[in-house]
Each structure stands twice: as C-alpha cells, then as structure tokens.
C-alpha cells in the first residue's frame, strides 16, 4: 500500500503522465481510502487544469511544492 507520502510525491504524475498499470491502481485504492488525498489530487488536478488554459502548460515546481506544503499542514494539524 501506498502511504500519503507517495501520493504527494506522485501526485502530478498521476494526472499528467502515464505511469505503470499498478502503480495507477495502487494510487486508485489509496484515493479510495484516504480523504486527504483525494483533496490533494483533486486541487491538484484544478490548479493543472487551471494553468493548462493559460500560457502554461505545467505547473511551476514552485506551485507544487506550495500545494504539498498545504497538504502536508493539513495533514499535521491531526
Ligand atoms: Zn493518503
């Protein structure tokens, strides 16, 4: 199983690339489970969407790691 930790790291990829058949589904049963997660990917997923309508296609390394800090304080006030 994978922990929350993965999650975030492989957030983007999840939505932006193709990546392994179980790796996909391993990330597809955590989002099962886990709420926060789900959250996380869904914001994700809105400020990539958002971003790709515009000039960029990506988001910047800096909003990533600003939308995993959010996550992770989150996380830490439980
Ligand atoms: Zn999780």
């Known amino acids: 199983m994978l922990s929350c930790k993965q999650i975030v790291e492989h957030g983007s990829d999840y939505i932006e690339?193709?990546?392994?058949?179980?790796r996909k589904v391993e990330m597809k049963l955590h989002l099962m489970i886990c709420v926060h997660?789900?959250?996380?990917v869904r914001q994700l997923k809105r400020t990539i969407n958002m971003l790709?309508?515009?000039?960029?296609?990506?988001?910047?390394?800096e909003q990533v790691e600003q939308l995993?800090?959010?996550y992770q304080e989150v996380n830490g006030k439980r």
Do not use: T
């Not at 690339?17 to 179980?22: A, I, L, Q």
């Not at 997660?37 to 996380?40: D, H, I, K, N, V």
């Not at 790709?52 to 390394?61: C, F, K, L, N, V």
């Open 68 to 70: 995993k800090q959010q």
């Open 17 to 22: 690339k193709d990546m392994g058949f179980w």
């Open 37 to 40: 997660c789900r959250r996380y």
């Open 52 to 61: 790709s309508r515009g000039r960029y296609y990506a988001p910047s390394e």
